[in-house]
């Protein structure tokens, strides 16, 4: 037989069952054909069948090597493999079947057991990829659910984290996942804790049974009730009486009614009796109602929104607020009681129902909730009162996903207003070099800080514009002015932004990497040694001998130069190196010793630095007291914007000559200076370089001012 007709044998064996017979058809198929991939898939499926994994394992190495292509063929070597106990290599097989097919069903469900087994944070993205495609096909169970929401909520996804667990919850009745819900709430980048408690709340409810959800409040229940009474001494609303009422008038609070009359009480009968009291006491009083300051009706007003109460479900939606005193002060007045938390009652039947999709009362409530809250906030911003936006942000923002945008829409231009000073600040950085402390104070001001890291995901794009602007200042100090350090601290300010998105952080990290390899290539010349147990430095601060420092800035003197002398058999190297400021202030590096070696390779390091850091903002400080007109004395020399002018001696006198700068020739040889003229080979002056003050500029100097001159 041949080795597919043995192949066709095996297949039918296993059909009917027979595996011993079907395992000897296919491995006489892979001895007759070993290149034949379905002989040695037939002899895995039979392995596989027979409960012998391990010679499956090899069979199924075989195949793969003979068609790579075969996603099926890695998913089962896959499981095997994690039968065996071999997880990496279980893992390694089903990523390649998924990469094949991604839709390998099987090899999805499998991959994903590996990762939450292992649960490795460096492989969340992966797992949360699988159970994605996962979700797409099949749907998730409630195990699937509450990982994926645990995943979620590890990466700080926390919204999506809400969706899975919230999913779980609703759909299969998860304690769990419902508890889980509130550690969202709670976590530092939502800080929705007024939230957290409700559901903590809801769940210790729902489920008597369960602690865990007690725990939690406990320990974040102290701090909400110091908010909220220092949210009361703040008083009840900060909207001017003035904005009262001008979102949502209740009809039942309009119509007065008297304190013990029940919903069922109000019909049409009822509604008309107190609305024909409400329209006397508006003809009485002028529109002025005692029991609704800040708002005066008018009687087509007052007859349009009684009306409403003839709508049997507007009727019940205006109930339910009725009932509910803080969120109908709220909807009226802009009081934050409602987002106050209580120490031992949550709105929980309340809660439910606006929680509750199919209810037509939250899409109703979400129209009058939205413009109301985002008023309170954009004057709470306004205002700079941090302890009643801390409040409005912790949660009971009840309004339906489509109306979340409408919460923030005035709010996000009071926000907008803040960043202004940010914004100009840095178009200003490329002129004028702004200060550390100037940058900090523009975040703190104002309480711009305090306020931009309170606010909620629809802010984020601002709040990455808040770290932009400060990029652009850090960018415009490297750049403009020189200075990686100012860079890099500006930088570091975007850290205190707690909220930014992946993109903007990944961008600061990568300006930062490079800003710390530039600080590291600028600096790679400085030199630090010891001597007498005294600090010898020459940094691009500055030049520091023991206590002794003085700033790059302030440096006016240079000089240096070495001296090698015999003193009986020996050599002794004498090495001199000072740096002066204009105060008079002095540091002086010198020492003598017969380590030639050693010590020429410090004396090279000091003065690489001071060529580095030191050596050009001197030579302009020079050249700019020459451009004021001033003369500058280096040695025997006499430097101006004419030239160099030094005198010579000859057997009787002695003669001053004024060498053009075009003419003048420097040069340096065995530690001596000497300038010359060009145009008479006698006219020369010489100098020691180790005992003369800024002799090392003069060869800079004279090639510099002579090019200006030409």
Known sequence: MTADELVEASKEHRKNNRLEEALLSSLAASVADPENAEAWWQVALNRRDLGDTKNQIIALRIMVDLVPQFSRGWSQLGNALSKSGEHDAAKSAHEVSIGLDPDNFDALEALAAIYRNQDLPAQDEKEMTVLARIEVLEGLGSNALNRQGALQYRNRHLHEAIRYWAEDASENDSRFSLFNIGLAYAHPDMSQEADAIDTWRLVARRYPDYDQPDKSISATLPKLLE?????RLEGDTVLSEDLWHSEYINPFQLLNPPSDLEFDEFDAKAVQRLRKSLLREIDLENGNLPWMPGVIVDRSRAIGICEELSDDDKKTFHWRVFENKPLL?????GSHEHFLVNEHFSPLDFLELVQDETQEFREWLSNRFAPQFDRVLSRAIDQRNLTILECVLDGRRWVSPSYADRCFENSRRVVGRLLDPLRKAANEAGTRKLSSPEVTRLLEENGFLRIINLLPTPFLDQQDEAAIQLRRISIASANDHGDLDLAKVILNLADRLRFKSAEVVQRLQDDLSQVEEMIREERKAEV???SAGDTWEITKKGIRQGDLFIPTAEVTILRWGSLMTRRDSSIVYDYRFHVAAADG?????D????DGETSQTNFSNLINAALEYIFIPVCIGVQEQIAKGSSVKIGPCTLSSQGVAFETKGWIS?????VPWERVRCAVKDGIVTMSDSHAAKVKIDMALRDTDNAP???????AM???EG
């Open 329 to 333: 002060d709220f909807l009226s007045k």
């Open 585 to 589: 202030g002095r540091v002086k590096f």
């Open 591 to 594: 020492w003598t010793t017969k």
């Open 528 to 530: 630090r040694l010891t």
């Open 697 to 703: 500029l003069l060869t800079f100097l004279s090639r």
């Open 706 to 708: 002579g090019q200006d």
């Open 227 to 231: 908010r909220a009474k220092s949210a």
């Open 654 to 658: 002695s003669k001053t000559h004024l």
